[in-house]
């Protein structure tokens, strides 16, 4: 052992850091992983704002509304800077890459601004401007993935985790912003992955879910996701393994067949479609159209009928028709989605939308056409789970139901989440559970011995 290092005071010394985090599971991942980079340098993390020396605010800039939200938390450090005078706060993640050092020259009350691919920088940038200086940094990276760094889990539930096995994306789908926020596509070492996966496992864990932009790309020397996801449902059946966000373009056969074969894969696939009109498909550069589409649904459907689909749509993209919403409204019908999460269209500055097309669709209107798109979600979430009605599933207790201490909830294959009745069982178990009712988001049932 190198004493010396051992022996060198950490800059940290103890001081408290709190991290808050905003946008997908990415950044709530990368936020484990800034934990865990401050902890090495002697930096204690704290659940309490209260009792920070450091705020980290982890960021989004995916829609308009996201950064609102940041830009009214960042009046709110303002005013506790005032009377913490000690006080750092740092901007963190997308929003930070975005408008860079932009954050600190508009005198927001901002010491530190890092992009997603500068975590490592942190403590440095922490004891600059400790010292009285601002600290930035954001340099995108072609390599960076934190391969080796053991995030330090934040979320204590300590049944499901997430893993990142890929960082960036390549698609440039015309209204994202992601591409210029988070860089180029990179994977990470599926040794690493797996070894991480495991130690989750011998943890208590039962579920992971393979994290990325676009994980189905995934690509590492010879291996590719289908062999990714093979190795990590490998660790032990009892081990339950998801992912998100799958491109369309890359649900390829050979993932399906490798999700048929293990029933420790859950029996759910993310499939943003965006829309259903195959002339929005060509502007937003999605790169597929509406026939391809449905049949790799039919693709999906023929390798596990019991698979349930879920999907993103944006409501009012630049030129969108009223033909042309009718058409995501039929796709919607079509597909028979189980859920999905719906969106306005919002301009982002420097994406191509914004630079070639005009956002001409008025707040009204897509108010209304995102209500109808919600409306037929909503039925047809409805119809979804009242086809569970008197089914036996397997569901994974997470916990106790938010409703009430006397029921927990859990989730099944296909991803619903079921309320039932106490039995012995705990979390990280798994039950059979026969359900018998439900809403248009959650099931109810009853443990079967
Ligand atoms: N990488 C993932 C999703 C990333 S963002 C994927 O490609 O599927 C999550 C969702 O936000 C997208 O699927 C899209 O529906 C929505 N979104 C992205 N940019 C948007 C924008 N400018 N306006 C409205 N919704 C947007
Ligand atoms: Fe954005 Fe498209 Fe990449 Fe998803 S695939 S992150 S929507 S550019
Ligand atoms: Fe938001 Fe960045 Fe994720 S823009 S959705 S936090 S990748």
């Not at 010879?222 to 998100?244: C, H, K, N, T």
């Not at 409204?329 to 630079?355: H, I, N, Q």
């Amino acid at each position: 052992m190198n004493l010396k290092s051992t022996l060198r005071p950490l800059a940290g010394d103890g001081q408290r850091l709190f991290v808050e985090t905003y946008g997908c599971q990415m950044n709530a991942g990368d936020s484990e992983i800034v934990v865990s980079i401050m902890q090495q340098e002697g930096y204690r993390y704290t659940e309490s704002i209260d009792e920070a020396d450091i705020i980290l605010i982890n960021t989004c800039s995916i829609r308009d509304n996201a950064e609102q939200r940041i830009w009214g938390r960042l009046s709110e450090m303002r005013r506790l800077r005032k009377q913490r005078p000690a006080l750092i706060v740092g901007i963190i993640g997308c929003m930070a890459e975005r408008l860079k050092a932009q954050l600190i020259e508009k005198d927001c009350g901002v010491d530190i601004v890092a992009g997603p691919d500068a975590y490592r920088d942190l403590p440095n940038l922490v004891r600059r401007a400790q010292g009285g200086d601002k600290g930035v940094n954001v340099e995108l990276s072609k390599e960076e993935t934190y391969a080796e760094i053991a995030p330090v889990r934040l979320d204590k539930s300590g049944v499901s985790a997430f893993i990142a096995i890929m960082r960036g994306c390549n698609n440039y789908c015309s209204y994202c912003v992601v591409p210029y926020t988070r860089g180029i596509e990179r994977s990470r070492d599926p040794q690493t992955i797996v070894a991480e996966a495991r130690i989750l496992f011998e943890n208590g864990y039962r579920e992971v879910t393979l994290l990325g932009q676009n994980v189905n790309s995934y690509k590492f020397g010879e291996v590719g996701f289908p062999d990714l996801m093979a190795m990590v449902a490998e660790i032990s059946p009892e081990f339950r393994v998801r992912f998100a966000t799958s491109h369309p373009k890359d649900i390829s056969d050979r993932l399906l067949e490798v999700m048929a074969r293990y029933d420790n894969i859950c029996k759910s696939i993310h499939l943003p479609a965006q829309s259903g009109s195959n002339e929005m498909l060509k502007k937003m550069n999605r790169k597929y159209t509406r026939e391809w589409y449905l049949e790799r649904i039919a693709a999906i459907r023929r390798y596990m009928p019991d698979c349930s689909i879920t999907t993103d749509l944006i409501a009012g993209f630049c030129g969108e028709t009223e033909e042309d919403h009718r058409q995501t409204l039929s796709l919607m019908r079509e597909v028979g989605y189980a859920s999905a999460f719906m969106f306005k269209y919002s301009e982002r500055p420097g994406t191509f939308s914004a630079r070639h097309f005009e956002d001409d669709i008025t707040e009204q209107e897509k108010t209304r056409r995102l209500n109808e798109i919600i409306a037929l979600q909503n039925e047809l979430s409805l119809q979804h789970n009242r086809q569970e009605i008197g089914k036996v599933r397997e569901v994974l207790i997470e916990g106790e139901s938010k409703r009430s201490a006397e029921q927990l909830c859990g989730r099944t294959t296909q991803n619903k989440m079921v309320v039932f009745d106490r039995g012995e069982e705990g979390a990280g178990e798994y039950v059979k559970v026969l359900i018998t009712d439900c809403s248009s988001a959650t099931l109810f049932g009853k443990i079967q011995k």
